[in-house]
């Protein structure tokens, strides 16, 4: 953009204390106008040194440590570690933990998308939204209280299976929730997606294109809503996920209404996945027969797992004994989140907000 | 809730764990005195094959492959990161264009850099690597060139590898602390830094 003589360039700090930036994340804007010529984010301020910690722990302590990295999609994370451990030990995790694992994993994925489309409501200036997408949560999370006696912080998936099975109108409540949630989407759906304030504040707003979006290093719905297929689920299936018929839904011009889109289309695959899960499952053991303190052979792995934010990737490293060498978290937000720079550039400040809130940042794995 | 958290208790004591079986315990001393074992290898036949591919495309840059459980490892000297990245990311049949991830792993005698490549095209991962060696004290003074000119996305996992354990980019174009405030002194990630030994603030 040609630069106005005789025009001043200004510069606003926003954060890392605003509402509206999910955490603790603080951004340097110059301006120029209405213009934003430069944008500088500044992270770390929640950085706890999670992978440092890892190797002063044990690995079924570890998992609790996951659990705090995206807060709001627990399970997911708890899930990535541990199959990263199955995957040095070789262990075969028995079908119904499996399944039991992907459904919960899905209902988590419908939660965190959740809190994403009524946050992402109160970003564009809508309040209503969020009463509902809660509502709708709050159901989510007593089920997982009832199954794993947390609310967030479960610590239900351990390495080699779960901690225990299910309650035994495990089935029936998840059909009872997936009625409500279904409906409950739709509702969502038709009250803030084609509202005419909203389409104007999203719509064209914040575009990159797909090429740039992988260059960048974007994943999960923003990478998807720039319009690639890429879904570890399908593309690199993990657990028993090839084991279902479920649909990618991506976006064609990459803007901030897709960003917003795509998760709630993917909340719809979600309920698709549990109910054929449902029909799947059968009875079996929920743990495998491994030893109680784990160690792992000397080597190093990576798995990852396609995590409501994206593609969460662990690299872990052995050393033979019961505490892991390494562990290197690859967090999707941090990876979205380094695109906040091409994306702000020639934007408004007014969008400034709205482009942030589009990428779904959790700053808990952002910093670590 | 209470009702629902009763069940589930219930099933606990139901279902007694199954962790602390003791058939596959074939040694009494394999508790105490386990021995080391290394890591499976099980590369499929894609696998194989993309090492094949990988082995004739960075033949000028002295490879080292490798197996890690299911990825194929490629292992280059420093010297040559830059010119078998750039093979990797322009060769057409490699076309690795998304790069996942930087993990810096301290060997307390070298410095392991790994990069996770992605190909979207091809749908083939690998691990990257590369050693520094150590040649002063704790910190390594190697300097690594900075990759995020081949791939955008390496600035931040470049920075944060800077910022915890030490490493030099040459290249880069803002090596500021990301994760750390700026006054903070020494690389928390390594294995030699003071984990439990902090001072109250």
Same mark, same amino acid.
């Given at each position: 953009?040609?630069?106005?003589?005789?025009?001043?360039?200004?510069?606003?700090?926003?954060?890392?204390?605003?509402?509206?930036?999910?955490?603790?994340?603080?951004?340097?804007? @110059?301006?120029?106008?209405?213009?934003?010529?430069?944008?500088?984010?500044?992270?770390?301020?929640?950085?706890?040194?999670?992978? @440092?910690?890892?190797?002063?722990?044990?690995?079924?302590?570890?998992?609790?440590? &996951?659990?705090?990295?995206?807060?709001?999609?627990?399970?997911?994370?708890?899930?990535? &570690?541990?199959?990263?451990?199955?995957?040095?030990?070789?262990?075969?995790?028995?079908?119904?933990?499996?399944?039991?694992?992907?459904?919960?994993?899905?209902?988590?994925?419908?939660?965190?998308?959740?809190?994403?489309?009524?946050?992402?409501?109160?970003?564009?200036?809508?309040?209503?939204?969020?009463?509902?997408?809660?509502?709708?949560?709050?159901?989510?999370?007593?089920?997982?209280?009832?199954?794993?006696?947390?609310?967030?912080?479960?610590?239900?998936?351990?390495?080699?299976?779960? @901690?225990?099975?299910?309650?035994?109108?495990?089935?029936?409540?998840?059909?009872?929730?997936?009625?409500?949630?279904?409906?409950?989407?739709?509702?969502?759906?038709?009250?803030?997606?084609?509202?005419?304030? &909203?389409?104007?504040?999203? @719509?064209?707003?914040?575009?990159?294109?797909?090429?740039?979006?992988?260059?960048?290093?974007?994943?999960?719905?923003?990478?998807?809503?720039?319009?690639?297929?890429?879904?570890?689920?399908?593309?690199?299936?993990?657990?028993?996920?090839?084991?279902?018929?479920?649909?990618?839904?991506?976006?064609?011009?990459?803007?901030?209404?897709?960003?917003?889109?795509?998760?709630?289309?993917?909340?719809?695959?979600?309920?698709?996945?549990?109910?054929? $899960?449902?029909?799947?499952?059968?009875?079996?053991?929920?743990?495998?027969?491994?030893?109680?303190?784990?160690?792992?052979?000397?080597? $190093?792995?990576? $798995?990852?797992?396609?995590?409501?934010?994206?593609?969460?990737?662990?690299?872990?490293?052995?050393?033979?004994?019961?505490?892991?060498?390494?562990?290197?978290?690859?967090?999707?937000?941090?990876?979205?989140?380094?695109?906040?720079?091409?994306?702000?550039?020639?934007?408004?400040?007014?969008?400034?907000?709205?482009?942030?809130?589009?990428?779904?940042?959790?700053?808990?794995?952002?910093?670590? | 809730?209470?009702?629902?958290?009763?069940?589930?208790?219930?099933?606990?004591?139901?279902?007694?764990?199954?962790?602390?079986?003791?058939?596959?315990?074939?040694?009494?001393?394999?508790?105490?005195?386990?021995?080391?074992?290394?890591?499976?290898?099980?590369?499929?036949?894609?696998?194989?094959?993309?090492?094949?591919?990988?082995?004739?495309?960075?033949?000028?840059?002295?490879?080292?492959?490798?197996? /890690?459980?299911?990825?194929?490892?490629?292992?280059? /000297?420093?010297?040559?990161?830059?010119?078998? /990245?750039?093979?990797?990311?322009?060769?057409?049949?490699?076309?690795?264009?998304?790069?996942?991830?930087?993990?810096?792993?301290?060997?307390?005698?070298?410095?392991?850099?790994?990069?996770?490549?992605?190909?979207?095209?091809?749908?083939?991962?690998?691990?990257?690597?590369?050693?520094?060696?150590?040649?002063?004290?704790?910190?390594?003074?190697?300097?690594?060139?900075?990759?995020?000119?081949?791939?955008?996305?390496?600035?931040?996992?470049?920075?944060?590898?800077?910022?915890?354990?030490?490493?030099?980019?040459?290249?880069?174009?803002?090596?500021?602390?990301?994760?750390?405030?700026?006054?903070?002194?020494?690389?928390?990630?390594?294995?030699?830094?003071?984990?439990?030994?902090?001072?109250?603030?």
């Amino acid at each position: 953009m040609d630069q106005i003589p005789n025009s001043v360039e200004m510069m606003v700090n926003m954060g890392p204390q605003h509402p509206s930036t999910h955490g603790v994340f603080r951004m340097v804007l @110059k301006i120029d106008g209405e213009r934003i010529v430069d944008v500088e984010p500044h992270i770390g301020y929640l950085h706890r040194g999670s992978e @440092k910690l890892t190797e002063s722990e044990t690995y079924s302590q570890v998992v609790t440590l &996951f659990d705090r990295l995206d807060y709001v999609s627990n399970l997911n994370n708890e899930l990535v &570690f541990c199959m990263a451990v199955e995957k040095l030990m070789s262990v075969d995790v028995p079908e119904r933990a499996q399944y039991l694992r992907i459904i919960l994993c899905e209902l988590n994925r419908i939660a965190s998308h959740l809190l994403f489309y009524g946050t992402y409501g109160l970003d564009a200036g809508a309040i209503t939204p969020i009463m509902y997408s809660f509502r709708e949560r709050e159901r989510i999370q007593n089920l997982f209280e009832s199954v794993t006696g947390a609310r967030m912080m479960h610590n239900f998936i351990r390495i080699g299976g779960l @901690k225990e099975d299910v309650p035994s109108d495990f089935n029936y409540r998840v059909q009872e929730l997936l009625g409500k949630l279904s409906v409950a989407i739709n509702e969502c759906d038709t009250l803030l997606s084609q509202n005419e304030i &909203f389409l104007s504040r999203t @719509k064209g707003v914040g575009v990159i294109d797909s090429r740039e979006a992988l260059e960048i290093g974007m994943t999960g719905p923003p990478l998807r809503a720039s319009g690639v297929i890429e879904d570890v689920r399908a593309t690199d299936p993990y657990q028993l996920y090839d084991r279902f018929d479920f649909g990618i839904p991506i976006g064609s011009n990459g803007d901030a209404w897709d960003r917003y889109y795509v998760p709630l289309e993917e909340m719809r695959q979600s309920i698709i996945i549990i109910e054929q $899960a449902l029909q799947q499952i059968e009875e079996g053991p929920v743990v495998a027969q491994i030893r109680r303190i784990t160690r792992p052979p000397k080597g $190093a792995v990576f $798995a990852h797992a396609e995590n409501p934010r994206g593609d969460l990737g662990v690299y872990l490293v052995s050393d033979g004994t019961g505490k892991p060498y390494r562990v290197k978290v690859r967090p999707p937000s941090f990876c979205n989140l380094q695109a906040l720079k091409p994306l702000l550039r020639d934007a408004y400040l007014a969008d400034a907000v709205i482009i942030l809130g589009s990428l779904d940042i959790i700053m808990g794995e952002v910093d670590r | 809730m209470g009702k629902i958290d009763g069940e589930s208790s219930e099933m606990a004591s139901t279902n007694p764990s199954s962790g602390s079986n003791d058939e596959d315990k074939p040694q009494p001393n394999a508790r105490r005195g386990p021995q080391i074992q290394l890591a499976p290898e099980a590369l499929d036949n894609d696998g194989i094959a993309l090492s094949i591919l990988l082995t004739e495309a960075l033949a000028p840059h002295g490879p080292v492959m490798g197996v /890690a459980v299911d990825q194929v490892v490629v292992e280059v /000297a420093v010297e040559q990161l830059e010119a078998a /990245a750039f093979t990797l990311r322009n060769n057409p049949e490699l076309n690795f264009n998304y790069f996942r991830c930087l993990a810096t792993v301290d060997y307390q005698e070298y410095l392991e850099l790994v990069y996770l490549l992605y190909s979207t095209e091809f749908r083939y991962q690998i691990m990257f690597k590369t050693n520094i060696e150590y040649t002063s004290g704790d910190i390594p003074t190697v300097t690594v060139p900075s990759l995020h000119k081949i791939w955008p996305a390496a600035d931040w996992h470049e920075r944060e590898s800077h910022d915890l354990f030490g490493v030099l980019f040459s290249g880069h174009p803002n090596m500021e602390p990301l994760l750390l405030y700026e006054e903070f002194e020494g690389f928390p990630g390594l294995k030699s830094f003071p984990f439990n030994e902090y001072e109250d603030w």
